[in-house]
């Protein structure tokens, strides 16, 4: 400590400045960076370091480089990793109200999504797990869910026996069961190779993923469903984030809020755009649902919803409902 003090001293009489070291924060996803999670993660480093000049460095790891999905919830809590954004399907072993974004046919859009995640209702879910050391700082859209698998699924019974990817879900996994299908969880980074080995016969995703990890060169059939939701919660430890100081945890705080904006308007602007670079490849055949068939689905998949109400809470069901107009 002597030493420290002796040379900091040395530095000062000589007219140098003695700069702390800028504090590291690694920012880890599982998705492409021109996905619009990807695309918000390289703003919130840009301004990040742009409103902290010196005081922090922001890396971004994207597709899993650094943690994939299975790994970096353990990652976080370990402080290996500071800030991550999983699905809001992957928090359901720390709180259950969060499976409310699972549920099939809730949301009529992802405007809809956006005006529930801004209510009171939606805002609390950020907070509510910092008993478990984890702290949200807010919700990145992706969008709503289209089905794919290697036929036509205009009916619920064409899924029947088909194994489809899901995410870490147990809701997720009740829909695809409620339509005969065989659900099977499966991390991001493996399902394209899932999808041509014939490990299973389909998946959802959103256009963007669909687009950015190529599924439609796997699948032959892709149906523009819009039957679920894929967002993001990004959260950090909450106690690391305690632990900074006031000036960079502020600086950091409105990186974050004006990072989730960009990346949200990405969502909103570029969803069609995506689907369009997915028809424009030709490899898979896109095909919109009829009013008919979208109901056909609705009904199978509706008693999803009674079927995890003890677990979120009819309350909140209805409130999700209520932002639909």
Known sequence: MKLKLILAAALMSLGLSVHAAPIIVKYS???????????????????????LPGKVEVQVFPNSQLFGDGKEMEALALGDVQIIAPSLSKFSK????????????????IEAVDRFQSSKDGQAM????????ILGLGYLHNGMKQLSANKPLYMPADAKG???????????????KAVGANPQKLAFAEVYQALQTGVVDGQENTWSNIYSKKFYEVQKNIMASNHGLIDYMVITNAKWWDGLPADVRKGL????????????????????????KVIAENKAKVEKLSKENLAAWRAAMKPVWKQFEGEIGADLIQAAQKANK
């Open 29 to 51: 996803h599982v998705v492409a960076d021109g996905t619009p999670k990807g695309q918000a993660a390289l703003k919130f480093k840009e301004l990040a370091e742009k409103k």
């Open 94 to 109: 720390y709180t259950k109200k969060l499976q409310v974004f699972d549920l099939p046919f809730l949301f009529d859009d």
């Open 126 to 133: 950020l907070t509510s797990m910092t008993s478990k050391g």
């Open 162 to 176: 088909l194994k489809f990817r899901i995410q870490q879900s147990d809701v997720l996994e009740a829909q695809f």
């Open 253 to 276: 705080s409105e990186a974050m809020s004006e990072s989730i904006a960009f990346g949200n308007k990405v969502a909103f602007d570029e969803d069609d755009g995506f689907r369009v």
